[in-house]
């Protein structure tokens, strides 16, 4: 790779490292949210408090719903059909994890989205640290897990063709998600 001084984002042609890098944004989002729990009780719903959730909340709407679609939907029914027997059972194990991992995500993602919802709006409301601090330590256990056991199952199970097809269901996972174009 050249040197640049300008840090390039691995791109959809690369998936596994479009996954990877997604955990990179999804830490930003994650530290953006504490500094938002220990700044309300000084500052209110202000306006930086309500660009602070609302870019939060479109982050978690849009691009974590869509890493985790790629992951269930693309991902995952492909490395469940390439693994071989002896390490079948516990690729499957972390597959499971992972999912039902996913779905107690969700959940919490539900009940911080609720209390930032009207703090977007500029509306009072309470955002316990404790709580913000249980929800990014979930993440930061799972995305560890993925980064540490999924993803190299993945990059030593996927073939060219895997690739490449995993790179069109991404790229048209995100097509449908962008808004229209004015012309």
Same mark, same amino acid.
């Given at each position: 790779?050249?040197?640049?001084?300008?840090?390039?984002?691995?791109?959809?042609?690369?998936?596994?490292?479009?996954?990877?890098?997604?955990?990179?944004?999804?830490?930003?989002?994650?530290?953006?949210?504490?500094?938002?729990? @220990?700044? $309300?009780?000084?500052?209110?719903?202000?306006?930086? *408090? !309500?660009?602070? /959730? %609302?870019? =939060?909340?479109?982050?978690?709407?849009?691009?974590?719903?869509?890493?985790?679609?790629?992951?269930?939907?693309?991902?995952?029914?492909?490395?469940?059909?390439?693994?071989?027997?002896?390490?079948?059972?516990?690729?499957?194990?972390?597959?499971?994890?992972?999912?039902?991992?996913?779905?107690?995500?969700?959940?919490?993602?539900?009940?911080?989205? @609720?209390? $930032?919802?009207?703090?977007?709006?500029?509306?009072? *409301? !309470?955002?316990? /640290? %404790?709580? =913000?601090?249980?929800?990014?330590?979930?993440?930061?256990?799972?995305?560890?897990?993925?980064?540490?056991?999924?993803?190299?199952?993945?990059?030593?199970?996927?073939?060219?063709?895997?690739?490449?097809?995993?790179?069109?269901?991404?790229?048209?996972?995100?097509?449908?998600?962008?808004?229209?174009?004015?012309?």
């Amino acid at each position: 790779m050249a040197d640049s001084l300008i840090p390039v984002a691995p791109g959809l042609e690369t998936p596994l490292e479009m996954l990877e890098a997604c955990h990179g944004r999804l830490q930003a989002q994650l530290t953006t949210l504490s500094r938002l729990a @220990a700044w $309300l009780p000084e500052h209110g719903a202000d306006r930086q *408090a !309500q660009q602070a /959730a %609302a870019n =939060v909340m479109r982050y978690f709407d849009l691009a974590a719903v869509n890493h985790h679609l790629d992951e269930e939907d693309d991902l995952f029914p492909v490395l469940r059909a390439r693994v071989d027997g002896g390490r079948r059972e516990a690729l499957h194990e972390l597959i499971d994890w992972i999912l039902a991992d996913h779905q107690e995500m969700f959940a919490a993602w539900a009940a911080i989205r @609720a209390k $930032l919802d009207p703090i977007s709006r500029g509306e009072p *409301a !309470q955002l316990s /640290a %404790a709580e =913000v601090e249980q929800f990014t330590a979930r993440y930061r256990r799972h995305m560890e897990r993925e980064e540490g056991e999924l993803l190299p199952y993945a990059r030593e199970l996927l073939t060219e063709q895997d690739v490449a097809a995993l790179t069109a269901t991404m790229t048209a996972r995100r097509r449908q998600d962008a808004p229209p174009r004015s012309s």
